[in-house]
């Protein structure tokens, strides 16, 4: 996903200088670029690839660009071995470990991306608040207050779209005036679960499943009192080994 995409050279020559680079960095350093939101910055991302990748590399960075999704994003450059004592590159971008129900949700989120992909035919994956709720409900201990379950799924929503893999849509004429929201997936979820992690999905959503279930005989809830760090450790460590090396987390 990383190869130079070729344009052709009259396209490059006209490409512009120091602002249009500073523009294009500042823009993937904030977020991803959508060639469907803006042709022109896409244009201009592809005409400038090579001089932003020189761009960011020295801040410990590396462009990637998928033509055939239409994204392009910043993530770290990964790190050589070092010896023992060596000083490491400090992270421009912060690795932050996703809670047991957001990546839960990332995963399942890939899982229904796949299945729409072998349909053929759209590209945009849109799924309502409660298309989203019942693939969770799943995973979670039986409540006797659905009211309460939904706000806590509407939670996990929220931060799956702060972490842009979810985009709300804004409602249409042709929805009820208490229709549920409707979300996109975005694609950039391709680039943050990848073809080789996605084989073993079955197996690492039925340990999800297992350690949800254990959960919830220890009377240790999903929600409310936080888990112990060794608990969080090993709920993480089972889907998202290498979370958040994509720099889709928070930038803080």
Known sequence: MSQ???IPEDTQA?????????????????????????????????????QVRDYVVVLGLVLIIDPAEGYAYLRSAP????????SRMLRLIARRPLSFHVSLL???????????????GETRLILSRDDIASMLQTFLPESSNEV??????????????????????????????????????????????????LATLDERLEAYLAHARSLEQTDL???????????????ESQLFPDHADTGLTDRD
């Open 79 to 86: 790190q050589p071995e070092e010896e023992e004592g060596a």
């Open 221 to 235: 809830p999903l929600t409310g009192a936080p888990a112990t760090p060794e608990q969080n450790t090993t709920a």
């Open 148 to 197: 309460r379950q939904l706000a806590q799924i509407e939670t996990y929503i929220r931060r799956v779209a702060e972490l842009g893999f979810l985009r709300p849509l804004p409602p249409t004429s042709a929805d009820a005036p208490n229709a549920p929201p409707r979300y996109e997936v975005r694609r950039i979820l391709k680039a943050y679960i990848d073809a080789e992690w």
């Open 106 to 120: 990332l995963a399942l989120l890939r899982q229904q991306l796949v299945r729409f992909d072998a349909m053929g």
């Open 14 to 50: 006209s490409a512009h200088g120091p602002a249009s680079l500073s523009t294009l960095a500042i823009t993937l350093l904030k977020s991803v670029i959508y060639r469907e939101e803006d042709e022109g910055l896409w244009g201009h991302l592809l005409r400038l690839q090579n």
């Open 4 to 6: 130079t995409v070729n």
